[in-house]
Antibody
């Protein structure tokens, strides 16, 4: 079964750092495009970051310079390093595989169950 | 950045009836549009991609249509498990991939 499982969320003060992990099974992370999508409490979905199979990385303007996406091929795991966190980063963070025809990064499937990051003093 | 706008924000429908949800793009996204379903306390789930192709395991009562800037998700004969929030997402111009703000389908 193709699935992803996130971990690493928690309560962190403003300005702090946190690393989220996403363990994949049923597919190889390095062969696919991967990403993170977040959802603030009671709000909609916001794409945050993407890592292409070839290694290119992309970030939403709101997080550029503060978040870094990476992967560990030996662990088949995706990461999101979050630095200088702000209150507005409070959200559930979902790990996603970015799928598409002819291996283009189009739609998000599957989604993990999400991990909650709360930035508060 | 392409802005996606969904309407209505919420929709009250009786079980067995049809629900029609709309999604509009600020510029053409061709046929590069997906729909997701999110039930309370759960992660979103891919329903439809390429405007009208149902994802694996999605019942035939879900159908999508449209092209360019106007899209529709239709749910025929609503079942109790269909009451959820639905999001559209464009993948014509990325990054960023952008979502609509969601339409909540509630029980009437």
């Amino acid at each position: 079964e193709v699935q992803v499982v996130e971990s690493g969320g928690g309560l962190i003060p403003p300005g702090g750092s946190l690393r989220l992990s996403c363990a994949a099974s049923g597919f190889i992370v390095s062969n696919d495009h991967m990403g993170w999508v977040r959802q603030a409490p009671g709000k909609g979905l916001e794409w945050v970051s993407a890592l292409y199979s070839v290694g290119s990385t992309f970030y939403a303007d709101s997080v550029t310079g503060r978040l870094a996406i990476s992967r560990d091929n030996s662990k088949n795991t995706l990461y999101l390093q979050m630095n200088n966190l702000r209150a507005e980063d409070t959200a559930v963070y979902y790990c996603v595989r970015i799928s598409g025809r002819y291996r283009t990064p189009n739609w998000f499937d599957p989604w993990g169950q999400g991990t909650l990051v709360t930035v508060s003093s | 950045e392409i802005e996606m706008t969904q309407s209505p924000a919420s929709l009250s429908v009786s079980p067995g009836e049809r629900a029609t949800l709309s999604c509009r793009a600020s510029q053409s996204v061709s046929s590069n549009l997906a729909w997701y379903q999110q039930k309370p306390g759960q992660a979103p789930r891919l329903l439809i991609y390429d405007v009208s192709t149902r994802a694996t395991g999605v019942p035939a009562r879900f159908s999508g249509s449209g092209s360019g800037t106007e899209f529709t998700l239709t749910i025929n004969s609503l079942q109790s498990e269909d009451f959820a929030v639905y999001y559209c997402q464009q993948y014509n111009n990325w990054p960023p991939w952008t979502f609509g703000q969601g339409t909540k389908v509630e029980i009437k």
